[in-house]
């Protein structure tokens, strides 16, 4: 079965450093689609980056930024500038094989921020 | 925009009874909607996806006798559990996808979840 791997089930950091969340995926499409999102206390999905495998150049968005290395099947998120509302639940996210409609998630890193 | 609520946002239930979850597009039309179930600390698992006007298809393992989905409209979908039971305990989440609005095709937005309690 398809599989979203995430090794690091909790992860600390100081605020205003960075940290990076690491995810690996397998799959035998050629183009996909991959996401991180974020899980707070509030169990609100919230979507914080995505990535189109087809594109070479990793994704950016504000203090969020991901590593893709497509031949690795690697796909982690870099948290800059670490902020208390970073705190949260992230799962990686990858497109199903044959179904870009379905999700497949990992089972999530939880990120605590100390001041 | 991209708005997806549910209702309600907890239910305490007993053992036997029914219970309906809705989901809602609040500003945008969805053609399909997506039920995912969540145990505490572990990740979503896609149930079922729901089309509009046609019937869910089940997720391999997943008993569509017990999770009845209808999805009547472009902007509602609902999520039965029927004959509950302290196992079907559990956070239910829907997502929806805006085809029309020329985001990306694979984007999902998330509502906030339902909590099902089954004593």
């Known amino acids: 079965a398809q599989t979203v791997t995430q090794s690091q089930p909790e992860m600390s950091v100081q605020e205003a450093e960075t940290v990076t969340l690491s995810c690996t995926y397998d799959?035998?499409?050629?183009?996909?689609?991959l996401f991180w999102y974020k899980q707070p206390p509030s169990r609100q999905m919230i979507l914080v980056i995505r990535q189109e495998a087809y594109k070479q150049q990793n994704a950016t968005e504000n203090r969020f930024s991901v590593n893709f290395q497509k031949a690795a099947k690697s796909f982690s998120l870099k948290i800059s500038d670490s902020q208390l509302g970073d705190a949260a639940m992230y799962f990686c996210?990858?497109?199903?094989?044959?179904?870009?409609?379905?999700?497949?998630f990992g089972t999530g890193t939880r990120l605590q921020v100390f001041p | 925009g991209a708005v997806v609520s549910q209702h309600p946002s907890w239910v305490i239930c007993k053992s036997g009874t029914s219970v309906k979850i809705e989901c809602r597009s609040l500003d945008f039309q969805a053609t399909t909607m997506f039920w995912y179930r969540q145990f505490p600390k572990q990740s979503l698992m896609l149930m079922a996806t729901?089309?509009?006007?046609?019937?869910?298809?089940?997720e391999q393992g997943v008993e569509k006798d017990k999770f009845l989905i209808n999805h009547a409209s472009l902007t509602l979908s609902t999520l039965t559990v029927t004959s509950a039971h302290p196992e079907d305990s559990s956070f239910y989440i829907c997502?929806?996808?805006?085809?029309?609005?020329?985001?990306?095709?694979?984007?999902?937005?998330f509502g906030p979840g339902t909590r099902l309690t089954v004593l």
């Open positions: 729901s089309n509009e006007g046609s019937k869910a298809t089940y």
């Open positions: 996210a990858s497109t199903r094989e044959g179904n870009t409609d379905k999700l497949i």
């Open positions: 799959t035998s499409e050629s183009d996909y689609y």
């Open positions: 997502s929806a996808r805006d085809l029309a609005s020329g985001r990306a095709l694979d984007e999902q937005f």
